[in-house]
């Protein structure tokens, strides 16, 4: 199975850069307007007017970097990769663009921010920014998103498309009156990361390898969920600790039931509107660096299941370098 070795985390979200308090309650508050101080964050010109979650891709995927030591820039630009997951990143800029249209007629809209109506162009600014020359996806699978970005990473290291990859997932706040507004995911994490096989580099994190089942909403087979499951635990080491991101849609409930029946530690947490929060559960399992392995679960109530098995080194890595205070 395709497998990621995990070389640096960043993260950019509200109330912290620190991958380890990903999960921080301040987090999972509704942010406040202009949270993030793009100039101090992002110094320099052509960022300030940029979309949101394209700041905040670019200021995760920063740390990120930073946190791998030179991983990426190591390679050569055509040796190098960007895929990134989202479901809402450009839902709060389309909004205000239908706004503008409609008060003031299309030229009224801001030439800078107007290609970001299409989803791929917040990989493609990632991709320009760090000279990625080998090849740049965008999935935007419902609440699977983020991990299912990693999977499709994993697959194509495993083509050699690439030798270095930077897998991450972006999220904006839904505007005012959308449909699960209300605690919405925001922010972004990224993650930088090598073909896993022989022995893993001693900067590595540990490894991630992920799979996809669909539960068709309403059915009473899990044997998706079954042949997932059993693909990330055939070696029969099986995590205790499982982590599940779900909603309170049929399919979230019955994949609830079915991890109740085989997992000795399961936390459930709710899962806000996007693609971020199961990938926030991993980055800070990462950072932990316990040495515990442990599935991240999410699953959408259109039927998509998701699987990230995270194998943690056991030992402590020293080459990392402080990122932010965080290490």
């Avoid at 989202?86 to 299309?106: P, Y």
């Avoid at 919405?184 to 930088?192: F, I, N, P, Q, Y």
Wanted: proline share 7%; glycine share 10%.
């Amino acid at each position: 199975m395709s497998a990621l070795d995990v070389l640096g985390v960043g993260v950019c979200l509200p109330g912290t850069d620190k991958p380890t308090e990903a999960l921080s309650p301040a987090v999972t508050g509704t942010p406040g307007p202009g949270w993030l101080d793009v100039t101090a964050t992002l110094p320099g010109r052509g960022y300030k007017r940029l979309p949101s979650a394209c700041q905040y891709l670019l200021a995760a995927t920063g740390n990120a970097l930073a946190d791998a030591d030179g991983a990426l820039s190591a390679v050569p630009a055509e040796r190098r990769g960007v895929v990134v997951g989202t479901d809402n990143a450009g839902m709060a800029l389309l909004d205000e663009q239908d706004r503008t249209i409609i008060g003031q007629g299309a030229d009224a809209i801001a030439p800078l921010t107007a290609p970001y109506f299409a989803m791929s162009l917040f990989a493609s600014r990632l991709a320009t920014e760090h000279q990625v020359n080998g090849f740049t996806l965008t999935v935007n699978s419902p609440r699977t998103a983020a991990l299912d970005a990693l999977g499709a990473g994993a697959r194509a290291l495993a083509a050699y498309r690439a030798d270095v990859l930077v897998v991450g997932a972006t999220e904006e706040s839904l505007p005012v009156g959308e449909p699960g507004a209300d605690g919405s995911d925001t922010g972004a994490v990224a993650l930088v990361c090598a073909r896993a096989g022989g022995p893993p580099p001693a900067s590595s994190y540990g490894t991630v390898r992920v799979r996809n089942a669909f539960l068709e909403p309403g059915t009473r087979s899990c044997r998706a969920l079954e042949n997932a499951w059993r693909a990330l635990t055939d070696d029969g080491d099986r995590p205790l600790r499982v982590d599940a991101v779900i909603d309170d849609s049929p399919v979230g409930e019955a994949v609830k039931a079915w991890l109740g029946n085989r997992c000795a530690d399961l936390t459930v947490s709710s899962a806000g509107a996007g693609a971020l929060t199961p990938l926030r559960h991993l980055a800070a399992a990462i950072a932990a660096r316990d040495g515990h392995s442990r599935i991240v679960v999410t699953a959408a109530a259109e039927g998509n299941v998701a699987f990230a098995r995270l194998d943690a080194s056991a030992h402590v890595p020293l080459i990392h370098p402080q990122q932010n205070g965080s290490r």
